[in-house]
């Protein structure tokens, strides 16, 4: 009766040059595999990739026929939007190229991929470099974020300085950016401030964004261009990116593999180490295949590894299936497990029947466990690969 058209948004950002367009295209570009399933491009910089889960109906012994996601092979496929993000140069912040399209790309996100150069050859500002430090980048995305962040407060405090409900004011005032009161209010513990009458200096108002950042936009770093790093650029990224979500990658190999994959010049599961060539094809594609193979031998690509990471990595993510029938595991139409939903590890029923639509949340009385045939009430705390009927006065 309900669809869940609300697929969590993945914003990719980083200096200039680090591969973040080359990585969208790579994550938004269906591969032979599933090119005849309905794939968009919602605007030039907005696309759709999927994160890979196994898919409840084996657990189930039945056939899944999903509507929000696919299933290929017994894995489930969820969408998730992703977002090429423009490049953050140093002094971002003051307006250097940061039009109203980067507050939009940005606000929406649930997590933040950052784009930095594995290979040491661009610097934070992207120009061409030796060794560079990707800690560099690391340091300046986030500080031109929570500078950009602190200046939109600042400017609202003569308001917010007489609100007694300072969490409340300030969800207001950074409506956009997707933040809960209760993440205000862990950034405010934090940054040891009080947030009603509040009267913040400037350094207080940074120490505070920069907190809510963390806390509220998950970052995972993607070390890209590993194709083109050595060892000695490996090892020194190690202790340079130390206690950062690192995922190493190449958007450049898997974009090439998707792209002749599509064309049909080789079948390629994306994730996989291997590939298979079809056609006839000329000297230079055998090098550049050469050089894949090379690369393939060592490690993935990483492409499938950061969708993944960026979906459920973070804040424990599960998966739950809302139901309308807990015996036949279908909705009202009839389709076998239809959707396959993202949620915040500790998320109740309550939780899921809010995201499904604001109404059954009101009206709900508790839940059905449908494995197991149970009810539940309504604060029951969801568990990955739950089946779930939400049960609801409303009609
Ligand atoms: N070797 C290598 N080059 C890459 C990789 N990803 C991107 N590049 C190259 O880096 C340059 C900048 O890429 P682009 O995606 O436009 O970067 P953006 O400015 O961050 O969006 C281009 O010449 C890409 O071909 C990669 O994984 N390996
Ligand atoms: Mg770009």
């Not at 993440?183 to 009080?194: E, F, G, N, P």
């Not at 995201?355 to 009430?377: C, F, G, Q, T």
Request: proline fraction near 3%; charge should be neutral.
């Amino acid at each position: 009766m309900f669809f869940m058209s609300e697929h969590m948004i993945v914003g990719i950002i980083g200096a200039p040059n680090k591969g973040k367009s080359t990585l969208f295209s790579a994550m938004t570009m269906a591969s032979a595999e599933i090119a005849d399933y309905p794939f968009t491009t919602i605007k030039p910089n907005h696309g759709i990739a999927y994160a890979a889960r196994q898919c409840v109906e084996r657990e189930l012994h039945i056939k899944c026929k999903p509507r929000n996601s696919m299933c290929v092979d017994g894995t489930r496929l969820i969408p998730i939007d992703i977002v090429d993000v423009a490049g953050l140069v140093p002094g971002a912040h003051l307006g250097k190229g940061m039009g109203n399209q980067f507050l939009n790309d940005i606000c929406g996100a649930s997590v933040l991929i950052q784009v930095v150069d594995a290979s040491g050859k661009s610097d934070a500002n992207g120009n061409r470099a030796e060794g560079a430090d990707a800690y560099d980048e690391v340091k300046m995305v986030k500080e031109e974020l929570s500078l950009w962040l602190a200046d939109i407060i600042s400017r609202h405090m003569p308001k917010l300085s007489k609100e007694e409900d300072g969490a409340k004011a300030l969800r207001e005032v950074l409506s956009g950016f997707k933040v809960s009161e209760y993440d205000i209010k862990k950034a405010a513990s934090a940054a040891t401030l009080t947030l009603s009458k509040m009267k913040w200096s400037t350094a207080e108002t940074q120490k505070f964004s920069s907190e809510l950042l963390r806390i509220s936009k998950p970052m995972i770093i993607a070390a890209n261009k590993i194709d083109k790093a050595t060892d000695e650029d490996i090892k020194r990224l190690a202790v340079s990116l130390k206690g950062c979500d690192v995922i190493l990658c190449s958007g450049m190999v898997e974009l090439a593999l998707r792209k002749t994959s599509k064309e049909g010049k080789i079948n390629y599961v994306p994730g996989e180490r291997n590939f298979e060539v079809l056609e006839d094809i000329s000297a230079e594609q055998a090098g550049a295949f050469e050089y894949i193979r090379r690369f393939l031998a060592k490690r993935s690509t990483g492409v499938n590894e950061l969708i993944n990471e960026a979906a459920f990595s973070r804040e424990g993510n599960i998966v739950v299936y809302p139901v309308e029938d807990e015996n036949k595991f279908t909705d009202h139409f009839g389709n076998t497990l239809p959707d396959a939903v993202v949620m915040k590890g500790g998320s109740t029923a309550m939780d899921l029947a809010a995201k499904i639509h604001s109404e059954l949340a009101v009206n709900m009385i508790y839940a059905v466990d449908a494995k197991k045939k149970i009810r539940v009430a309504k604060d029951y705390v969801l568990k990955d690969n739950d089946v779930i009927k939400i049960v609801s006065a409303a009609k």
